[in-house]
Structure formats: structure tokens, C-alpha cells
């Protein structure tokens, strides 16, 4: 795609402002727009300020570019806006940053972001050959041909400590499970999500056509990811390259392993939850049930719901590389502090995650809310485990 | 109006009462604040900064004035006729962050609000938090804000209790000087339950577009909220009875909002009209009664061809029937007519008897400019007059198209001006052709409390302005 593909639809944006709210317009849900509150920063007034770039009645710029990169790409616009264009508006915000990127006008860190996953494969210039530590010792197989599913984990999952935990949780599930599964651990690579959520559209292709190559010379038939972001590159934007593979998240397999019997819970944990609802599997990819399902199927647990939930979910700002750029900012305001009240208030003992842009943007949240004493941040897949844990089970 | 000499100056004077990250005079914000979803041609701001408390909105003020520099409220920044577009450069205030709901009083039956609270938040947290009681909503978009709609004389879905400029308890403003006013009961009172039994200074800053000053919280009357609420819709056949059938209707007293909506839809080869009445009540039994009533209303109503045809929603296709029953009407679908991402109307408040008179002539305009009929004529009070809302969408795209809706926008203002009508929230071209028309006097008592109120001339100058 390219921006002038948009040149019939991106004048119909009457900038009316439904895409600014939740469902019942209790609260603003575009992080920048509540963030920031200047008309610039709301969904409408990008698709505005793109339109006059095209036009060239505004030039790129830096201010340009940290307005477009301030987006989240939620998709809270997508969920809201009442015109019929309304599925092409995270479409026309991601090629105007194509269009920044194109006039090499980006923000320091977009740049940096760009340049580390094209010359390391992930955003912190971690060596490649790290990339699978975080399984050692955990037992969790390397992936070969024949194996049901491939396991990938991605960036986060492989390189921060936290997530980690959240990778080896899972592994030890799909273990329990005696599904056949793998990692690629040292040769798996970026799956680009994010990368084309930021404009860089070459640098997407030349990641996916990388990734696609790599399964099929190993045979990979199915994917279980562990990120929503990679589960949304590989099942809507790979097969558009040639990547045509089974993809699930990692919380419908589990689901579908609870389901069939093939994973147990046989613990008990009394506990109050409340689930983050990611935007790249809620809004994106309409999954909202089958985390709550397997939440569910945990003898014990009481599930609350958030204020916001499900399609209107608040995001927690780590998407379209936020969790990186950080260009939308901390503060009181800050998405994830936001989210982190919100927890609060419903009283849960923990709140849940099902991805791990939202898991390190929520230990930052609650953090930054002096609420990490107070409710505890797990992912989906760790409260399956420490039921099964508590229960006495060994893994 | 001079332009102070030392931009910095002033740049660094907002950024010191509201804090860097909320003032900006980047291309990308003037550029957006430059410019409203209407028709209007875009008028250039020089500053955009966004207070959060009276207080600030008082220091933007007097820096304003210490500078002689325009000051430009907005807040919904959706009349669609460009009042919220600076005219003479200057500060645009975008009262947004300043949108706390202060306090609700539920048995007197008000809110008091600030002035970036939108319609959406008010209506979502009555819902939420007090669900006996609801407000006026209009139809604009829930991002409209609900002090900048009632002080332009909006109106919505409890007509029967009139505009809601005519709601107002009382007002907090920051005058031109920096003055702070609390108008209303609470000028003597600490509970904001009315205006009366005071001389009314309310009215000094309802549809004066921020000419007189800048309204930073409103008390707004709120009414009870039925449990149930329901329509009946009637296809008019013909638009010169209208007069006749709102007036029975509201003779009874006992409807809440009365609408009527004219369009050719898709494939259609004619206009087709639909009047709403909705219902409200506390029982089934009391929703049967009015429904009867009303239909029974219209049984025998009118000759052939002339008829008022209750028609039953299930015979209406079901998206157009949750339309009209939802809270605000999705009205900004009309940007969307011809694809283009815009329109603008005039509205125009009317005694009720000249609707079919208006209907008529706003057909001859529509004809001239190559445009369909698209009205709302909307009943305000009981039969007390109406806001006919005569429809132009254009392509924002295409600046033909956006020339024949000023054009037709401009016929329709003086159209609606000779025939005794008075164009609502209008544009600087509205403006004028009312000011021309007005009495003499009248118009120099105007101008006289326009230079009392605002000896500098900062406040949203250009409008109200004569000659």
C-alpha cells in the first residue's frame, strides 16, 4: 500500500471526533488524544494532517513525526469511527509514517529502532546468538520437522527478564501438554510487526520474507506465538508474502488444550483477577473470549472486569514501538499508569496479560503508580501454571 | 487590532501558566485550529494553548489583553460555522482539558459543569451515576461540547423544555479584564439551582460566541429520565401541514422531542419526510396510552395526498429505525453523503407557522445550487418555534463543491432572514446579513455592551462585528 491508495478516503474524515471515546463516551480512549489533548494528537486530526502533507500544505516534520508516532495504533479508532472508511485508519496513519520514513524524517528513536532490528534482528542490539537463553535449563526443545507447532517468542519474549518468565511458563505448559513443539531460539528473528506499524515497510518485507523462508526450510506448518503483535504480522500480512501457515495465539491453544483435556489445572487458586485485554488480539483480531475462557477453567479464580474491556479496552502504549520509542511519554498520564488504576479500582489481586508489550508496560505502570505491592502483574499462561504448581503437580 | 510585537513573549507567557507540553504554535497545531468540519475558508491562529483551571483561563486573559492579542475559545469546536476559527489571528483556547463534571444536585435537579466537558462524558456518567436523570442531548457528535452547544442555543432531545440556552442556571465567566463572574443563583447563593429572581446577566454571554467573555462552567437544569423510551414515526405527505400536526402534538403536552426529517434517500426517486415523536414513561401501560393517542391523532388527519401515515417501525428498514432511537443521532453521517467528509447547514429558528413557507424556498435553493432537500425541522418548546436546519454536504476535496455550499449557505441565510427568521450560531456571512437586518437601535446596544464587556476588542474578535 501507499499513501496515494487513500487519496479518495482520506478527505471524507469529517474530524466529528466518535473515534476519540470509548463505546459509551465515558472516557477518551486514544492514548495520545487523552494524553495530550490538542486536536493534532486525536485520530481524526492525524488523518487531517496527513491529508495537508499530501497536499503539501504542511511539510514533514519533527513535530509531524512525533504527533504520527505518539499513536499507539490501538485500533480504538478502527473500533469507533462510524464511517465506512473506518477499517483504513490505522492503514492511512501507518503510511504517513511511511511517508516520514520515506522523507527521512523520524524521530531519534523510530530511527534507532529501524536501524538495530535491521542490523541485530531485535530493538536492543542484543547478540543473536542470546536469543534462545532464556530457555536453557528449561527443557524446552528446540524446534525440528515434524513437530506439531512452532513456538515463536519474539523479541520481548527473548530478551526481557520478565517476559521471559512468561515464554518459560508457556513452554512449560505446552511441555505438560506433550504437544510437539520447538523454538528457534538463536535463528528465529523479528516478525516485523511493529517494524510496519512504524512505516518502514521495506525493512517488514525484508523481515517476513526472512522469517517465511526460515519455517518453510523447517517445515513449519503451525505457529503458536506468544505475542499478539507477531500473531497479528504472521496471520494477516504473511500470507500476503507467501507465508501461508496455521497461526494461533498462545491463549487459543490453550484454550483449545484445556478444552480437549490435554492440559489439566488441577489446582486451585483463590485469587481476584482482572485481564488487559491487547489491542493486537481484542481489537485487531476480535479474540476476546478465549483469554477469559482459560482464566476461567482455573478452579478458584474470580474474574472482574475492568471499566474499559474488551473492544474498548485501554491500551497500555507500548504499541506501534512505543514500548521502545516511548514517544507518547510517562507521567501520570501515561497510558499504563492510567491502565494501572484502572486495575486497581476493580480490587483484583492480579492483573492479567496475554502479551509482552503489555507485560513490560504494565510492571512499568504499576510502578510508576506505587502499585506493584499492591497487585500482582501476571501472564495468562504463569496463573495456569501456578495453579497446576499449587496442586503439587510437578512439571 | 494590533498584533503584539514579541511572539516569544508571549509563547513563554502561556508556556508559564499552563506548562510547556500544553501551549504550541507548531505548524501542525495552527494548521488544525485554523480550520472547523464546515465550509468556512480556514482563518490562520497564532497560538494554541490549553488551560486546565479558571484560574489559568483568568491568566491567559490578562495576558491577552496586556498584549492586545485575539483570545479564541473552543471547546467541542463543532458549530460547523467557523466561531471557534480565529478572525483575527491571536490565541486559540481549547477548554478540553477543563472537563470535570463539579457536582451534580439530584434532587433540584442540575450539573455543573466545565466547559470541555463533552456530551458524550455528561450523558454517559448520568447514565452511570444517576439514571433518574438525563440532559438535553442534541444531535451533534458526542464530542460536542455541552457548554459551547447551550450557549449557541442548541437544542436536542427534550425540546418541550426549549433550547437549551434556556436550561442555564448560572455561568462562572472570565471576563475581557480578567474579571472572574459567577452569574445566577450563586451569586447570592451557594447552590446553583436558577437564574431568577436576579436581574439576568446570563443572557450577556448566550450566543455572543465569546464576544462578551469566556465561560469556564455552566449549571445546567437536568430533567427526570423515564424508564421507558420509544417513537412513533409518520410519513408526511405533505410538508404544509406541518404546522397543523405539531401543534396538535404538542398541545398534549405529553411527547418529549418532536423531529422531522427530510431526505431522498439512495435510489429514491423523491424527498422523503418522516416526523418522530418520542415518548417517554414510567409504565408500559402509560407508553401504550400516549402511543394511542398520538396515533389516534393522525387517524382522520388531512385530505388525500395530504395525510400524516403513522407507520409502524417494523415496516421501516431497522438501521434508519436504531438511528432514530439512538443517543446522539449519528447526524454526522451527512459528511458522508457524497463521500466528501463535510457539510454545513444553516440552521434557522422559526415561528412554526412559516415551516411550510421555508420548506418551499429552501427547494427553490437547493434546485439552483444542484442539491437534494436535506432538512431537519426540529419542534423547541411547545410548538413555540422551530430550528429548520436547511443541509448542504460537499466534497471537502473538491472546492467546486465546497463554493456551491457557501453559495447555497448564503441564499439560505438571506432566504431565512425575509421570510422572519432568525439564522442560529451563524457564520461571519450570517452574521452580517443579520446585523443588516437588524434594528438600529437594538444594534447599538449590542455594540455598546460589546465595548463595555470587551474594552480591548481580544475576545473572539470579528464576530458581531458591524461594518
Redesign the interface.
Known amino acids: 500500500m501507499a499513501l496515494d491508495d487513500f487519496k479518495d478516503i482520506i478527505h471524507r474524515c469529517f474530524r466529528c471526533g466518535y473515534c476519540k471515546f470509548t463505546s459509551n463516551y465515558s472516557d477518551f480512549n486514544c492514548p495520545p488524544y487523552n494524553k495530550f489533548r490538542l486536536e493534532t494528537f486525536s485520530p481524526g486530526g492525524r488523518m487531517w494532517l496527513i491529508r495537508a502533507m499530501m497536499l503539501k500544505d504542511i511539510e514533514p516534520s519533527q513535530h509531524l513525526a512525533d504527533i504520527l508516532y505518539t499513536c499507539t495504533m490501538c485500533a480504538n479508532c478502527v473500533e469507533e469511527c462510524r464511517f465506512k472508511f473506518h477499517d483504513n485508519i490505522v492503514d492511512i496513519i501507518m503510511e504517513g509514517k511511511a511517508s516520514l520514513v520515506e522523507a527521512g524524517v523520524v524521530p531519534p528513536s523510530v530511527r534507532d529502532f529501524f536501524k538495530n532490528i535491521y542490523t541485530n534482528g531485535n530493538p536492543w542490539k542484543e547478540p543473536q546468538k542470546k536469543r534462545g537463553d532464556w530457555a536453557k535449563d528449561a527443557g524446552i526443545p528446540h524446534y525440528k520437522k515434524g513437530d506439531e507447532y512452532l513456538f515463536y517468542v519474539g523479541c520481548i519474549g527473548s530478551y526481557d527478564q520478565r517476559v521471559q518468565k512468561m515464554a518459560r511458563a508457556f513452554g512449560q505448559l505446552l511441555l505438560r501438554s506433550g504437544i510437539s513443539f520447538g523454538i528457534l531460539g538463536e535463528e528465529e528473528y523479528c516478525d516485523g510487526n511493529e517494524v510496519l506499524m512504524m512505516g518502514e515497510e521495506g525493512l517488514f518485507e525484508y523481515l517476513a520474507l526472512k522469517n517465511i523462508e526460515l519455517f518453510k526450510e523447517k517445515g513449519v506448518k503451525k505457529i503458536v506465538t506468544l505475542s499478539p503483535h507477531a500473531y497479528n504480522a504472521m496471520l494477516n500480512k504473511y500470507p500476503g508474502l507467501g507465508g501461508d501457515f496455521e497461526v494461533v495465539h498462545y491463549t487459543e491453544l490453550l484454550k483449545e488444550l484445556i478444552t480437549s483435556g490435554r492440559l489439566k489445572i488441577p489446582g486451585t487458586r483463590k485469587m481476584k483477577v482482572t485481564y488487559h485485554d491487547p489491542c493486537f488480539l481484542g481489537r485487531w483480531n476480535s479474540i476476546y473470549d478465549e483469554p477469559r475462557e482459560v482464566l476461567d477453567s482455573v478452579h478458584g479464580i474470580e474474574l472482574v472486569e475492568m471499566k474499559r474491556n474488551r473492544e474498548n479496552a485501554f491500551c497500555c502504549g507500548g504499541g506501534g514501538g512505543n514500548f521502545y520509542t516511548d514517544i507518547i511519554g510517562g507521567g501520570e498520564q501515561s497510558p499504563s499508569r492510567i491502565r494501572s488504576r484502572e486495575a486497581a479500582e476493580t480490587g483484583a489481586d492480579i492483573i492479567s496479560v496475554a502479551c509482552p508489550t503489555c507485560m513490560t508496560m504494565m510492571e512499568d505502570g504499576l510502578k510508576g503508580e506505587d502499585l506493584d505491592h499492591k497487585i500482582k502483574l501476571m501472564d495468562i499462561s504463569e496463573i495456569v501454571l501456578s495453579a497446576i504448581i499449587d496442586a503439587g503437580e510437578s512439571i | 487590532m494590533k498584533m503584539a510585537g514579541d511572539k516569544d513573549h508571549v509563547y513563554e507567557g502561556l508556556k508559564t501558566i499552563v506548562g510547556d507540553?500544553?501551549v504550541?504554535r507548531?505548524?501542525?497545531?495552527l494548521?488544525?485550529?485554523s480550520r472547523d468540519?464546515g465550509a468556512s475558508i480556514p482563518r490562520n491562529a497564532d497560538w494554541?494553548v490549553?488551560p486546565n483551571t479558571t484560574d489559568e483561563v483568568r491568566e491567559i486573559v490578562v495576558l491577552a489583553k496586556d498584549m492586545k492579542i485575539p483570545v479564541v475559545p473552543i471547546s467541542?469546536?463543532?458549530t460547523l460555522s467557523g466561531l471557534a476559527v480565529p478572525v483575527k489571528g491571536g490565541i486559540v483556547m481549547?477548554m478540553?482539558?477543563m472537563d470535570r463534571i463539579v457536582e451534580v444536585n439530584e434532587m433540584s435537579r442540575y450539573v455543573v459543569v466545565e466547559s470541555g466537558v463533552?456530551?458524550?462524558?455528561l450523558?454517559?456518567?448520568l447514565?452511570?451515576n444517576y439514571p433518574m436523570l438525563r440532559h438535553s442531548m442534541p444531535d451533534a457528535?458526542?464530542?460536542a461540547s455541552v457548554v459551547g452547544n447551550t450557549l449557541i442555543y442548541g437544542s436536542g432531545h427534550l425540546s418541550k423544555h426549549g433550547a437549551h440556552s434556556e436550561m442555564i442556571n448560572g455561568l462562572e465567566v472570565v471576563l475581557g479584564d480578567g474579571e472572574i463572574l459567577r452569574l445566577g443563583s450563586l451569586a447570592v447563593s451557594p447552590y446553583w439551582f436558577g437564574r431568577a429572581p436576579l436581574p439576568d446577566l446570563v443572557s450577556l454571554f448566550v450566543n455572543w460566541f465569546g464576544t462578551t467573555g469566556i465561560v469556564t462552567r455552566l449549571s445546567l437544569k437536568l430533567y427526570p429520565a423515564h424508564p421507558l423510551r420509544d417513537m412513533l414515526i409518520f410519513l408526511v405527505q405533505d410538508p404544509g401541514t406541518i404546522p397543523e400536526a405539531v401543534s396538535r402534538i404538542t398541545a398534549t403536552d405529553l411527547m418529549e422531542d418532536v423531529l422531522i426529517v427530510a431526505s431522498r434517500p439512495p435510489k429514491s426517486p423523491s424527498v422523503i419526510s418522516l416526523l418522530t415523536v418520542y415518548l417517554t414513561a414510567e409504565t408500559p401501560e402509560e407508553l401504550d396510552f400516549k402511543k394511542e393517542l398520538f396515533v389516534d391523532m393522525f387517524k382522520d388527519f388531512g385530505k388525500e395526498g395530504s395525510k400524516i401515515v403513522f407507520t409502524p417501525k417494523e415496516m421501516l428498514p431497522q438501521k434508519l429505525v436504531h438511528g432514530f432511537m439512538e443517543e446522539p443521532q449519528?447526524a454526522?453521517?451527512t459528511?458522508?453523503f457524497k463521500?466528501?467528509?463535510?457539510f454545513e447547514y444553516v440552521g434557522v429558528v422559526l415561528p412554526l407557522s412559516m415551516v411550510p413557507v421555508a420548506w418551499k424556498k429552501g427547494e427553490d435553493i437547493a434546485k439552483k445550487h444542484g442539491f437534494d432537500p436535506l432538512y431537519t425541522v426540529r419542534n423547541v418548546g411547545l410548538g413555540h418555534s422551530v430550528v429548520f436546519a436547511f443541509a448542504y454536504p460537499f466534497?471537502?476535496?473538491d472546492e467546486k463543491s465546497l463554493k456551491r455550499s457557501r453559495d447555497a449557505l448564503a441564499d439560505t441565510n438571506d432566504m431565512a432572514l425575509e421570510i422572519g427568521g432568525t439564522p442560529w450560531k451563524s457564520e461571519l456571512e450570517g452574521q452580517a446579513r443579520i446585523m443588516a437586518r437588524m434594528d438600529p437601535m437594538v444594534l447599538s446596544v449590542m455594540h455598546g455592551i460589546k465595548k463595555v464587556m470587551d474594552p480591548e476588542g481580544i475576545m473572539n474578535p470579528g464576530n458581531w462585528e458591524h461594518g
Open positions: 507540553a500544553f504550541s507548531d505548524i501542525e497545531e494548521y488544525m485550529y468540519p494554541v490549553l467541542g469546536g463543532l481549547d478540553r482539558r463533552s456530551q458524550g462524558k450523558l454517559s456518567f447514565k452511570e457528535p458526542p464530542a449519528y454526522a453521517a459528511a458522508d463521500k466528501g467528509g463535510g466534497n471537502r476535496a
